[in-house]
């Protein structure tokens, strides 16, 4: 058995459950529970990109005491408890000699760069992941902690590449270190990266992100040439990099490269195959039936929907099982086969009704209610169903977190393209302009184009007022580079 390449002046220790925390969590799903954090992080203006992923790993004990963003949002959300009534560790038990004298300081002071004085607190990880990248005031102990995570132990070939924009920074001596095994602060640097792009996808659309984002990918990979000391290891960075893979082909594919975006999904699919990954697989397979039915390839995204569900059967989520019937109803609709997607839909709502499950995979975080209603009103949509289309596009729209601002523009314009067609021109310009509004905060090349389809669609109605501001304002415009 391979040993670590970190040692520590104390046995490996398993880590203990915070049952604590678990309680509090209560009947909600590790998802839901997250969403609340998130929600409670924006009451105080912190920026917390908090999952299903980081509830889990907190519950499991991985997370020994959240640092210190978290902290203000966990204190916000359970006024008059402390971190230990909370489950966690004191601070100054888990880091370094430079850390606990910091400790002292309230958490809303400044915090020095922590120093890694001791194996043990080398040892320990948290994912720095509460800052935007693209805040100028991004946190100097997080990404001085992400950069060493991710570059200590890599050698030259993980120095190669770089992830500056997602919070981690090339470390030129890193190529000077003699090449080592990888372990687990590398993997955990590798899902945080895949969360950190999923944010700001999230938040910003895909076309300023794809190009920054091979580093990233190139990054990952080279972990996978070097080896990890664990199959435990090994395993959560082939999924890592085929997580990450996938939401570079997404990134791909919702700024108008379907050919990058098909072989980022079948590099995914390969590595899935390749290790026995069956969540990766349907993942991969899902976000294929996608991309094919965006493509106009619909029987290839019928068989890939279906293969999917396949596979994601004994993985024992009905959410992603929802998700998947609702990409078959995809297929079906381009196919114009009315019965087969009604067919779809009804598993679907019914899967999404039995609600979220600790089975629930990480990525599927943005699938919720109002995505279910938007991909329902895309079936109708393409069946020429254009009234029923609005009626779950508008819905879709009402629904949407605020937080995600791509999407809430993503489902407006389907509203208005729906609107137009439908013979609605008056309302299709209004939602027509409130996806304007959003085009200085979200890039996408999807939105852009479903945009401009519904400008021609409202040509031959330019004569009216609210249709001509709006043919007016989209003209002006910014084309995309």
Known sequence: MA????????????????????????????????AAVRRAAREIGEQVSCDARYIGRVEAGEIRCPNY???????????????????????????????RAAAAEPPSAPTPRPEL??????????PYDTQDPYDTHFNYEESDVLRRAFMTGGGATVAAASLGPFGLAFDASAAERPP?????????????????IRLLDDRHGADGLYRRAAGPLRAAYALLDAGATR????????????????????????????????????????TARMTGDAALEAHAFCNTAFLARDAGRPREALRAAQAAQRIARPLGSD????????????????????????????RAHALFQRGPSDADPEWMSFYGEAELEALEAQCWSTLGDWPRAARHARRAAELQDPHFSRNIALYTAELADDLARGGSPDEAAAAGMRVLDLLDQVQSSR????????????????????????LERHAAVPRAV
């Open 3 to 34: 040993s670590s390449t970190v040692t520590s002046s104390r046995p490996d220790r398993p880590p203990r459950p915070n049952l604590a925390f678990r309680r509090l969590r209560g009947r909600r799903s590790p998802a839901e529970f997250a």
């Open 69 to 99: 963003a978290y902290e203000r949002v966990f204190l916000h959300m359970f006024p008059g408890r402390t971190l230990a009534d909370l489950g966690f560790a004191p601070r100054s038990s888990v880091r370094g000699r430079g850390a």
């Open 117 to 126: 004085a001791t194996p043990e607190t080398e040892r320990v990880y948290e």
């Open 180 to 196: 080592g095994r990888v372990g687990s602060k590398e993997a955990g640097a590798l899902e945080d990266a895949v969360r950190r």
């Open 231 to 270: 199959q435990a290891t090994a395993d959560r960075l082939y999924s890592g990099a085929g997580e990450l893979a996938i939401s570079v082909g997404w990134l791909a594919h919702d700024s108008g490269r379907f050919e990058d975006a098909r072989s980022h999904y079948a590099e995914a699919l390969a």
């Open 319 to 346: 959410r992603l099982m929802s998700l998947l019937a609702l990409r078959e109803a995809g297929g079906w609709a381009g196919l114009s086969d009315p019965t087969g997607c009604r067919q779809a839909l009804t």
């Open 447 to 470: 939105i852009r184009t479903m945009l401009a389809g519904t400008a021609r669609v409202l040509l031959p109605h330019r004569r009216a007022p609210e249709v001509s501001d709006f």
